[in-house]
């Protein structure tokens, strides 16, 4: 079954700890991106990547830092979460940035105190 | 990047049609119109896409106006389970690499279905 994982799916963290959220596709999509939906303000893009070792910054990426090392992963990382990022996070994936259907993850809804 | 507009909220009955309005009056010639829909608790689900003719998959029928500057998404027969955010995105079909082919999400239309 064609799908993107994420994990965990709930985090619950402090203040300047180290996190990772994981994301994998298994269908080969060269194209991968990370969005926080917040109440009002909608999906924003943290990062996208075009393609393995090919990442680009999106419209809110203060904060976080992505990897490509492989094309089916594509984690996101958060080196001094603050409460500011308490968020409903997605992974998404598609074959090309372009038109093609894109697929998304179930979400991380993570929470920093 | 090419901006749209969609009414905040609709409502619908259950098993009668429901027509998503879409207003896009700056798209550019390659720029491609999406349809996602947001289910509560769920990440985005594509729905439907097109460029200049009419589309129609499993899912919804996609309307596009002659001169492109509007769109509209037809679900045939709205079911409780289609209370969604939809939200209608451009993304621009010419130019591979770079952030034109992001999908950029606007508040999208909550739709309700009633009963």
């Known amino acids: 079954e064609a799908q993107v994982t994420q994990n965990p799916r709930y985090l619950i963290t402090v203040t300047g700890k180290k996190l990772t959220v994981t994301c994998s596709q298994n269908?080969?999509?060269?194209?991968m991106s990370w969005y926080r939906q917040d109440p009002g303000l909608g999906l924003r893009q943290i990062y996208y990547?075009?393609?393995?070792?090919?990442?680009d910054k999106g419209d809110v990426p203060e904060g976080y830092k992505v990897s490509r090392k492989e094309k089916r992963n594509f984690p996101l990382i958060l080196e001094s979460p603050s409460p500011n990022q308490t968020s409903l996070y997605f992974c998404a994936s598609s074959l090309r940035p372009l038109n093609t259907e894109a697929f998304f993850g179930q979400g991380t809804r993570l929470t920093v105190v | 990047d090419a901006k749209t507009t969609q009414p905040n909220s609709m409502e619908s009955n259950e098993e009668e049609p429901v027509h998503l309005p879409c207003n896009h009056s700056t798209i550019s010639g390659t720029d491609y119109i999406h349809w996602y829909r947001q289910l509560p608790s769920q990440g985005p689900e594509y729905v439907i896409h097109?460029?200049?003719s009419n589309v129609n998959n499993r899912m919804a029928s996609l309307a596009i106006a002659e001169d492109r500057k509007s769109s509209t998404l037809i679900l045939h027969r709205a079911t409780l389970r289609d209370a969604a955010v939809y939200y209608c995105?451009?993304?621009?079909?010419?130019?591979?690499?770079?952030?034109?082919?992001?999908?950029?999400f606007g508040k999208g239309t909550k739709l309700s279905v009633k009963p």
């Open positions: 990547s075009m393609n393995v070792e090919v990442t």
């Open positions: 097109g460029l200049t």
């Open positions: 995105i451009l993304r621009d079909g010419g130019n591979y690499g770079g952030s034109q082919g992001n999908l950029i």
């Open positions: 269908m080969n999509h060269e194209y």
